[in-house]
């Protein structure tokens, strides 16, 4: 069995973990469609806590812990709504709102939130997303897709697309596929928002071998997983390096028409122009499955920590 203290960073997980966190992601899977809820986590509180918008990502670890009998208090756009606005640290916020909860589930506009806030809290915290930095429970929901659909995370070739500096998605996922032996990442983005050296360094040393590319077309034969990403607007400071890389990853039909039929698109979500609609109609689309597994997982995770 795993065991966890904090969940800050995708590295921190190993293969084994990962894998029993699929398994049990998969009896959470069960436990909802045969009852909807149970009573494991009926004594126990989580505390959420979100400095940035979010629609999935909060909403389904509130919906994980009342599935699993648990209670939450919640706070979104804690920037405005808490002590933040009068000038409170973040470390000073974690020490109070620990003693409220059994678990402290952060969403922080800063890289390296969660790994100030594990220094202080007394409970678990959950990285939900710190700035650009990582989005750990994320990448597990999308391992757990695409382990899932293949079977086997091992031998897959994976394109990882978009702004690749700011998509914290990406790195997390990224991370986590240097645990498995990958036949390929593919990293493809404008060069402005390229993937962070470190991150192509920890591919280098898990011998990963990768490819960077600026164009996702050339490519799309070549792929199991599409990982498409939105460009992250809100952290740009140069509005004319966004608008470069805008929209030039469209799911177009050139691209649909490259693809593998047994390929599967995925997409962290919200989207804005790189998925049209009507691919939604595309068997290989699983974004909203992802959206789905991610209940399971935050689920398992939970029950994991708290139980
Ligand atoms: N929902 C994801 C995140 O919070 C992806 C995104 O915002 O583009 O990082």
Known sequence: MITLTHVTEAQQFSREGLMELCSAAERMKQ?????????????????????????????????AMV?????????????????????????????????????????????????????????????AGDGPGQ???????????????????????????????????????????GKFAIARIYLVSPSKVGMPGELVEYLQRHRIDYAIHDNLLPIAHDVDVVYTTRVQREYFDDLSEYQEAYGKYVLSREVMAELKREAIILHPLPRNDEIPPEVDQDPRARYFEQVRNGLYMRMALLELLLR
């Open 31 to 63: 436990l909802v469609r045969e009852q909807g809820c149970t009573n494991t986590l009926q004594n126990k509180v989580m505390v959420v806590l979100f400095y940035q918008p979010s629609t999935r990502t909060r909403l389904s670890f509130e919906s």
């Open 67 to 127: 599935r699993l009998g648990g209670r939450y208090v919640s706070t979104e756009s804690a920037l405005d709504f808490s002590s933040h606005s009068k000038g409170e640290s973040l470390e000073d916020t974690i020490q109070a709102v620990a003693s409220y909860g059994d678990v402290v589930v952060l969403r922080y506009h800063e890289e390296g939130g969660a790994e100030r806030a594990a220094r202080v809290s007394p409970v678990p915290v959950i990285n």
């Open 135 to 177: 989005h750990p429970t994320q990448a597990l929901l999308d391992i757990y897709t695409i382990h899932n659909t293949f079977q086997r995370i091992d031998g897959l070739k994976i394109a990882l697309v978009g702004d690749l500096k700011h998509g914290r998605t990406v790195h997390s996922l990224a991370y986590m596929l």
